[in-house]
T-cell receptor, first 115, second 112 residues
Framework: KAGVTQTPRYLIKTRGQQVTLSCSPI?????VSWYQQTPGQGLQFLFE???????NKGNFPGRFSGRQFSNSRSEMNVSTLELGDSALYLC??????????????FGSGTRLTVV | GNSVTQMEGPVTLSEEAFLTINCTYT??????LFWYVQYPGEGLQLLLK?????DKGSNKGFEATYRKETTSFHLEKGSVQVSDSAVYFC???????????FGKGTRLSVIA
């Protein structure tokens, strides 16, 4: 059974550029969440999607956006990149209606470096 | 919303030592509680969970008991191995059906 797949694994971008990250959840999982992980702030919640609808959103500026497709794959986009956006971006999928009681399955993440 | 506090690291232990990583929570009601582990260069993996008070979650020799009296979910292992070196995160739903909130993480290093 394939796990959560995130692409690309590593990315280097320049300030001011935009970036799109992709996440394919485990087959059958319909809920996808995104987290930003940095040494200083730890894991911070970005978005949660279920059946193509954004269910929850974290406290991030409007430069951060996301979407989910009908096959449950999700993308997140960051526009006008800043140095502080450098982080590991983690995607997590879960089996049922945005309920975390079953726990998440995380991907290995996309390491974004902004220079 | 709910929140979690876990002990600061790093924690360095010798192989076969006993491990405790403290986690306390503040929550409305009795949400499920989780421990996740992150090995170097990887994403987080669910280590164990407990879905109600007095439940004990266990996996790979690790255990944690959901204690509502002390609002705690401490992670323990009787004999750690070098391969247990990782960062450990305590987590719970922020409220109701909303996504998990995580503690800051505790880095464990086990030396042979």
């Amino acid at each position: 059974k394939a796990g959560v797949t995130q692409t690309p694994r590593y990315l280097i971008k320049t300030r001011g550029q935009q970036v799109t990250l992709s996440c394919s959840p485990i087959s059958g999982h319909r809920s996808v969440s995104w987290y930003q992980q940095t040494p200083g702030q730890g894991l911070q919640f970005l978005f949660e999607y279920f059946s193509e609808t954004q269910r929850n959103k974290g406290n991030f500026p409007g430069r951060f956006s996301g979407r989910q497709f009908s096959n449950s794959r999700s993308e997140m986009n960051v526009s006008t990149l800043e140095l502080g956006d450098s982080a590991l971006y983690l995607c997590a999928s879960s089996l049922v209606d945005a309920r975390p009681n079953y726990g998440y399955t995380f991907g290995s993440g996309t390491r974004l470096t902004v220079v | 919303g709910n929140s979690v506090t876990q002990m600061e690291g790093p924690v360095t232990l010798s192989e076969e030592a006993f491990l405790t990583i403290n986690c306390t929570y503040t929550a409305t009601g009795y949400p499920s509680l989780f421990w996740y582990v992150q090995y170097p260069g990887e994403g987080l993996q669910l280590l164990l969970k407990a879905t109600k008070a007095d439940d004990k979650g266990s996996n790979k020799g690790f255990e944690a008991t959901y204690r509502k009296e002390t609002t705690s979910f401490h992670l323990e292992k009787g004999s750690v191995q070098v391969s247990d070196s990782a960062v450990y995160f305590c987590a719970l739903p922020s409220s109701g059906n909303t996504p998990l909130v995580f503690g800051k993480g505790t880095r464990l290093s086990v030396i042979a």
